[in-house]
Structure formats: C-alpha cells, structure tokens
C-alpha cells in the first residue's frame, strides 16, 4: 500500500472497558394474535391459502393496530438487551467523521457532498470551477430538521445557469423534481411530482425526465401498481400541466421509459426496459436534437440483451452492450446502420466488464478479476494505454468528465479502508489522492482473507472473510454472513463504519458471491435467475458450511443476513437449513414469490424471478417461496424481521405476512420478531435511523450468539 494511502492512524481502545451489566435473558416473547381469515388462489388448478391476505392492506386499520402490537413486543424485546444503549452509543462515535463524495464537475460548476459526521442527511457544495470559494447549496438538515428528506441529482444545464434536482420524502421512492439557480441557491417555482425511475437529461431551456400518472387514490400510493411509465420535456418557468409528453406506449404499461441525453445534447436516448414480460435486456432509440425531425428512430432493438449510450462520437455514439458478448463490449453505432455495421472499438474481455467511464478524451472500462476492481485507460478507437495503478484489492469507480477535462476523480474503498478519492491525471493515468477521510479507528487493525465454498452442483464460489487481524481460528466466533445473489448485480469490497463495531468484538462478516450477481459476467448471473434460483440458495449454504469445516465458526454462532433479494435468500434459505444458523436477518425481502408482481414495480421482478402467472414459473416459485414454505411445529432461528412503513419497493406486505406465518409455525426459546420502522422505507431515511436500525439488528444479534461485547469507557477522540 503506498504511503501516501496509508489510512490515519487510529486509536486504541483504552485498556479499561466498560463491560455492559448482563441481566437476565429476556422471557421468550409472547407474540401478538394474528388474526387468519380464510382465502385461497388457484393458480394453475393447485390451490393456495393465503390466510394474511388482509395484511397487504396498508392504510387499513387494523393492520395499523397489528403493527403497534408487533413493534411493542419487540421494542420490549430489544430494551432487556443490556447493552443496546452502549452499542448505539459506539456506532455514533465509529460513523462521527467527516465524510465527502468525490466531486463532479459539470458546466463550470463543481458540486459534491459534505457529512461532519452524524448529520442525517449529507449537505450538498457547490464551487465555480475548480478552486472558487466553496459554499452550501442545500442543507437538507435545515430544511428538514426531522432528516427524513433525501435530495439528490442536481444537474446543470449546459449554460450553467439552472440545477434540477430531486426530494423524496421518508425514504419513498416516489421523487419531486425542481430547478434552482446555482448562483444565488434559490429555487424557482418549478414542482414536478409523481416521478419515479427517472432521469434529468437537459436540452435548451429544459430537460427530459420520467413520471407515473397520478395515483386515483394518492391514499395508496405507497403500494399500488406502478403502470405505465411516460416521459415528458419540462420547460423552465412553466407549470407541469403544461409538460409536452415526449413518449408512451400504452399498449405496454409495464415498460420502464428514460431519457439521457449526451453532454454535447446533439441526441437525446431513450432507453426502453420490458422487464414485466421475462426479458432481462432494453431498446434503445435515438432522436437527432439538432433535427427539426421529433421522430424517434432504433438504436438497438429487442430486449434480449442490454445496451447503454456513453457518449455521442459525431454521427455516431459509443455503446456498452452485451449483446454478442456475455461479457459485454463498447461498439460504435451510426443511427439507422444495420448491426453488421456495428464497429468494435472494447472487445469482450474473459473477465466481465463492469462499466464505462468516458473522461476527457479517453474511456476508462472496468472490469473485476475475481471479484477486485481492474480499471483501464484506452483512447476512443480502443487501443490501450495503460491499467491504472489503484491502491489495493478493493472496489473503484472512475467518474466522468467534459471533453475538455484534464482531470477527472476515482473512488477506491474495500472491506478495511473507507472510500478514499484520488484526483486522476488524464493525460498520464496518474492517481494522487485528494480526499482522505481522518477516522475514529484503526482500520489496521482488522484484515480480510480469501475464500472459496463447493456448491452443491459443484461451481466454486468466491467468499470474503473479514475479521480482526488477531482472531484465532478456533470455531468459536460469531460470524454474520451476507449475500444477496441476484440481478446481475456483483456484491463488492465496501466499507462500512458500523461493521467496526461487530468486528472489534471479535465477530467476523462474511461476504459471499453467489450466482445471480455480475462477479462473473452474465453467465454467474443466469446461473441464478429463474429456474435456477435456488442456485443462489445452494451457494449460500456451501459457504456457511465451509466457513464451519474451515473453524471459522460452528452452527451455534452463526448469523445471516440480507436484505431486499437478500432479504429473500435470507427466508429461503432458514426454511430449507433452519438448523444450520443461529440467527436470522431477513431485511425488506421478497418473501411471497407468488404475489410479488401485484405491488408497485414488482412486475419488474418477472425478468429475474419468473411469475406466478406462468405454470412453470409457479412450480419452482412456489418450491422456495419463504411464506410458502414455513413449516409449522419446526424450530427456526432466533429471527428478526426488519422493514418500513413506507418501502413502496419491496412493500412491507411481505415482511408482515411472512412474519405472522412464522410466529405461528415456530416452536422453541428462539425469539421471532418483527422490527417496522416509521417514516423510513426500503433504506434507512436518515442516519439516526439507520443507525438505530443497525443497533437493533446488532443487539439482537449479539445477545442470541451469547455474545458479551465491551464498549469503550469513554469517547474515542
């Protein structure tokens, strides 16, 4: 590691500890009665129950009523934990650093994030090119003192003149779009709402951007179908009923529809999405802005492969596509050629391509090589300069930059070093770092070994195992294991201040890679989609079977954990192996696979999961459902189901009916509990609750492995 990326040196912790008194166990609790109301589906001839149907209704009273009875026995529960309130208490001084994001510079403008530490929500910067004095463009901690309103895009047009940015209020995925002036951080009368799965793609006086029609009744926002997906072209100063649609298809409701356009806004592209039918890949068609002809015209078309634009190249534009290429390549397509005429300018490498930077004058693509960060530099016809000379086996991402850069900024982190920024030298590849964070620990002090499981098919799956550097390897450490698997999404080295307070206890986290994500390119992913799911599952197990012949732990102290698809792997995998964990933590998952399309943007899902609607997708759907799969009189672990009020993602549904199934089929002293959190959604809304969150989930968890965890006697300096 080159000195100059040496992390700050960290504290010790002092040599008297605070040990938390440990009381007695809290009593195995006694749950709330859930009411069962008979009603069953046919699906296909086989009849299903679905007696927790009249938990799906979340504006219901009574459903209301159920989860204050919920919360109450496991508030309850989590209060006899003796030491929650110290642990809350190390996670803020562990997150209590200052943290800012690489910039980005666009239109003479730089604008970056800015968290002193224990801010709920980050405050946004902005300077006048490079070195202009900095100042706050919005503190959302003041416009909203509870800290549960996220902002986020802020894009300048071209002249530099405007800013459109979004405000999602309670961690709703629902976003309102609005424009402000860079100069004086006024924002304009402009109010845009109902938008979701959208981009901000400028062009003359306004931009591009996507939106749902309004919901008949806004009272079910939260959990109603999302159908059919339009973009529109706002001009600044109007109002939004006088929006011009740019295009619908509504013949098609379950398509997703954006916009980009690129940054010399010659063409605006339009990318199209068919997910809700099974197909996993997008259109893409174009439409020349410096034409008077509005007429959109094929790009790339059909939805079995995937494409992306990454920049305009004359009359023609760069793409990033698979198709062709499982591992994906960058082609240059002239508008209207046949595919023949395609040209390769990257060819598809043996090791995945991840994405595409385009910074100044060349492109920088990245790839991972066992799962680590390889980024390149290659000039526009694809010839190769160089590799660039990153810091460790870690995570990182190169930024885009104008054409008329000569810089551009790189993120590094991975499981012991914080996200660190480098200032990039285009013209040499060069890397210098530019923000380093001062911590208030020792990331020294914790390593990360490599590691490889046998699933059951045979495939070996990669495994990262994080832990203190002293640990010794004598099957006695509480070990939390995580995964996710799916959507083609590669689970990475990254950086977590909250982990330091599990691993300085002597616990261990452990990543796994299983089939469904990209670590491998898009055969890893297929490996894992459809029928083929329960591959994750099998991968998942091996790994904590391996990690338990390899002494790294035993049954006993074992944990997992996941959230959203993770959160389904989580509750698939206790109802097949609920002897091999101690605890599990299931986080806003996917827990019935057979309704999960009837809510907001789950039709997205069909591409990776199947549907239920088709009889074979509702063969091996319903033979790992988690719901459906409960058995009663079956002792599963110590479970701590965690989601939020308004998560209209994976909406809680799934988390309220899975859990009311599970309190009925469990039998033994292992506590299965339900934590909702309010005003919060598919993530935390805000530090303080993410952080409480995490204290939850870590108390319950440390207290049924039989932890005893000292914190230190006072503050960290």
Same mark, same amino acid.
């Given at each position: 590691m080159p000195r100059s990326f040496r992390p700050t040196a960290g504290v010790v912790l002092p040599a008297v500890l605070a040990t938390a008194a440990l009381g007695a166990q809290p009593a195995p609790p006694t749950y709330p009665p859930t009411a069962t109301v008979p009603h069953v589906d046919s699906y296909h001839g086989v009849q299903v129950a679905d007696p927790y149907r009249w938990l799906e209704d979340d504006t219901a009273s009574a459903v209301k009523r159920w989860v204050d009875a919920q919360n109450a026995v496991t508030f309850g529960y989590l209060e006899a934990i003796p030491f929650r309130a110290p642990l #809350?208490?190390?996670?803020?001084?562990?997150? *209590?650093?200052?943290?800012?994001?690489?910039?980005?510079?666009?239109?003479?403008?730089?604008?970056?994030?800015? %968290?002193?530490?224990l801010q709920n929500q980050s405050v946004w910067m902005i300077r006048r090119g490079a070195t202009g004095p900095e100042r706050v463009l919005v503190d959302p901690n003041v416009r909203d003192p509870?800290?549960?309103?996220?902002?986020?895009?802020?894009?300048? *047009?071209?002249?530099?003149?405007?800013?459109?940015? !979004?405000?999602?209020?309670?961690? !709703?995925?629902?976003?309102e779009l609005r424009v402000m002036d860079p100069v004086t951080g006024e924002d304009r009368a402009d109010r845009i709402r109902w938008v979701k799965v959208s981009g901000i793609a400028w062009w003359k006086d306004g931009f591009f951007y996507s939106r749902y029609p309004a919901p008949a009744d806004t009272t079910k926002a939260l959990s109603v179908r999302n159908e059919d997906h339009r973009v529109y072209y706002h001009r600044i100063g109007t109002p939004q009923s006088a929006d011009v649609l740019v295009y619908a298809d509504a013949a098609d409701p379950q398509r997703f529809h954006t916009v980009r356009t690129t940054d010399d806004e010659r063409w605006a592209i339009l990318s199209i999405?068919?997910?809700?039918?099974?197909?996993?890949?997008?259109?893409?068609?174009?439409?020349? #802005?410096?034409?008077?002809?509005?007429?959109?015209?094929?790009l790339v078309r059909g939805f079995a492969?995937?494409?992306?634009?990454?920049?305009?190249?004359?009359?023609?534009?760069? &793409?990033?596509? %698979?198709?062709?290429?499982?591992?994906?390549?960058?082609?240059?397509?002239?508008?209207?050629?046949?595919?023949?005429?395609?040209?390769? &300018?990257?060819?598809?490498?043996?090791?995945?391509?991840?994405?595409?930077?385009?910074?100044g004058r060349w492109l920088y693509p990245s790839y991972l090589r066992d799962v680590v960060t390889v980024i390149e530099q290659r000039d526009r016809t694809g010839r190769k300069l160089r590799d660039l000379a990153l810091p460790g086996l870690g995570t990182a991402s190169m930024g885009d930059a104008e054409r008329d850069e000569t810089d551009a900024f790189l993120t590094y982190t991975s499981f012991t070093q914080p996200p660190v920024t480098y200032r990039v030298t285009l013209a040499t590849?060069?890397?210098?770092?530019?923000?380093?964070?001062?911590?208030?620990?020792?990331?020294?002090?914790?390593?990360?070994?490599?590691?490889?499981?046998? !699933?059951?098919?045979?495939?070996?799956?990669?495994?990262?195992?994080?832990?203190?550097?002293?640990?010794?390897?004598?099957?006695?450490?509480?070990?939390?294991?995580?995964?996710?698997?799916?959507? %083609? &999404?590669?689970?990475?080295?990254?950086?977590?201040?909250?982990?330091?307070?599990?691993?300085?206890?002597?616990?261990?986290?452990?990543?796994? %890679?299983?089939?469904?994500?990209?670590?491998?390119?898009?055969?890893?992913?297929?490996?894992?989609?459809?029928?083929?799911?329960?591959?994750?599952f099998d991968d998942f197990i091996a790994a904590g079977e391996q990690l338990i012949r390899d002494r790294w732990t035993s049954s006993?102290? #074992?944990?997992?954990?996941?959230?959203?698809?993770?959160? #389904?792997?989580?509750?698939?995998?206790?109802?097949?192996?609920?002897?091999?964990?101690? &605890?599990?933590?299931?986080?806003?998952?996917?827990? *019935?696979?057979?309704?999960?399309?009837?809510?907001?943007?789950?039709?997205?899902?069909?591409a990776d999961y199947g549907t239920s609607d088709d009889p074979k997708g509702f063969e091996y759907l319903r033979a790992y459902s988690p719901l459906h799969n409960l058995r009663d009189g079956t002792a599963y672990p110590a479970t701590m189901v965690t989601t939020a009020d308004h998560d209209d993602r994976v909406v809680p549904a799934h988390s309220f009916k899975f859990a009311a199934r599970l309190q009925a089929a469990h039998r033994g002293p292992n506590p299965v509990l339900i934590r909702i959190d309010t005003q919060s959604g598919h993530g935390a809304s805000s530090l303080s609750k993410g952080l409480a969150s995490t204290a939850d989930v870590y108390a319950f968890t440390m207290w049924n492995l039989g932890m005893t965890p000292r914190f230190p006697a006072t503050p960290v300096p």
């Amino acid at each position: 590691m080159p000195r100059s990326f040496r992390p700050t040196a960290g504290v010790v912790l002092p040599a008297v500890l605070a040990t938390a008194a440990l009381g007695a166990q809290p009593a195995p609790p006694t749950y709330p009665p859930t009411a069962t109301v008979p009603h069953v589906d046919s699906y296909h001839g086989v009849q299903v129950a679905d007696p927790y149907r009249w938990l799906e209704d979340d504006t219901a009273s009574a459903v209301k009523r159920w989860v204050d009875a919920q919360n109450a026995v496991t508030f309850g529960y989590l209060e006899a934990i003796p030491f929650r309130a110290p642990l #809350l208490e190390r996670l803020r001084q562990l997150q *209590d650093y200052e943290r800012l994001s690489a910039p980005a510079r666009r239109a003479g403008w730089t604008i970056w994030t800015r %968290n002193s530490g224990l801010q709920n929500q980050s405050v946004w910067m902005i300077r006048r090119g490079a070195t202009g004095p900095e100042r706050v463009l919005v503190d959302p901690n003041v416009r909203d003192p509870a800290g549960t309103t996220r902002y986020g895009g802020f894009v300048p *047009d071209r002249a530099g003149r405007h800013l459109a940015y !979004s405000i999602s209020k309670a961690g !709703s995925d629902w976003q309102e779009l609005r424009v402000m002036d860079p100069v004086t951080g006024e924002d304009r009368a402009d109010r845009i709402r109902w938008v979701k799965v959208s981009g901000i793609a400028w062009w003359k006086d306004g931009f591009f951007y996507s939106r749902y029609p309004a919901p008949a009744d806004t009272t079910k926002a939260l959990s109603v179908r999302n159908e059919d997906h339009r973009v529109y072209y706002h001009r600044i100063g109007t109002p939004q009923s006088a929006d011009v649609l740019v295009y619908a298809d509504a013949a098609d409701p379950q398509r997703f529809h954006t916009v980009r356009t690129t940054d010399d806004e010659r063409w605006a592209i339009l990318s199209i999405s068919d997910r809700g039918t099974g197909a996993d890949g997008n259109e893409l068609w174009v439409r020349d #802005l410096a034409s008077a002809d509005t007429t959109w015209r094929p790009l790339v078309r059909g939805f079995a492969d995937q494409a992306t634009v990454l920049d305009g190249d004359g009359d023609a534009l760069l &793409v990033l596509t %698979n198709r062709g290429a499982p591992n994906k390549r960058v082609v240059r397509i002239r508008p209207g050629a046949s595919e023949s005429a395609w040209t390769t &300018v990257i060819a598809e490498s043996r090791e995945p391509m991840q994405d595409v930077a385009v910074a100044g004058r060349w492109l920088y693509p990245s790839y991972l090589r066992d799962v680590v960060t390889v980024i390149e530099q290659r000039d526009r016809t694809g010839r190769k300069l160089r590799d660039l000379a990153l810091p460790g086996l870690g995570t990182a991402s190169m930024g885009d930059a104008e054409r008329d850069e000569t810089d551009a900024f790189l993120t590094y982190t991975s499981f012991t070093q914080p996200p660190v920024t480098y200032r990039v030298t285009l013209a040499t590849g060069a890397l210098a770092p530019y923000i380093t964070p001062r911590l208030p620990f020792d990331p020294s002090r914790f390593t990360v070994t490599r590691s490889w499981a046998t !699933s059951r098919d045979g495939t070996r799956v990669p495994m990262f195992i994080v832990h203190r550097a002293d640990l010794a390897r004598d099957g006695t450490n509480p070990t939390i294991v995580y995964g996710y698997g799916g959507f %083609n &999404v590669a689970t990475l080295p990254g950086f977590s201040a909250s982990r330091i307070a599990w691993l300085e206890q002597g616990g261990i986290y452990v990543s796994v %890679n299983m089939r469904g994500g990209s670590e491998y390119g898009e055969a890893w992913h297929k490996g894992g989609m459809l029928a083929n799911k329960q591959n994750v599952f099998d991968d998942f197990i091996a790994a904590g079977e391996q990690l338990i012949r390899d002494r790294w732990t035993s049954s006993a102290k #074992l944990a997992m954990q996941g959230g959203s698809n993770g959160g #389904l792997l989580v509750g698939a995998v206790m109802t097949q192996r609920p002897e091999l964990f101690k &605890v599990a933590l299931p986080a806003v998952g996917v827990m *019935d696979m057979l309704r999960f399309q009837k809510f907001t943007i789950g039709w997205n899902w069909i591409a990776d999961y199947g549907t239920s609607d088709d009889p074979k997708g509702f063969e091996y759907l319903r033979a790992y459902s988690p719901l459906h799969n409960l058995r009663d009189g079956t002792a599963y672990p110590a479970t701590m189901v965690t989601t939020a009020d308004h998560d209209d993602r994976v909406v809680p549904a799934h988390s309220f009916k899975f859990a009311a199934r599970l309190q009925a089929a469990h039998r033994g002293p292992n506590p299965v509990l339900i934590r909702i959190d309010t005003q919060s959604g598919h993530g935390a809304s805000s530090l303080s609750k993410g952080l409480a969150s995490t204290a939850d989930v870590y108390a319950f968890t440390m207290w049924n492995l039989g932890m005893t965890p000292r914190f230190p006697a006072t503050p960290v300096p």
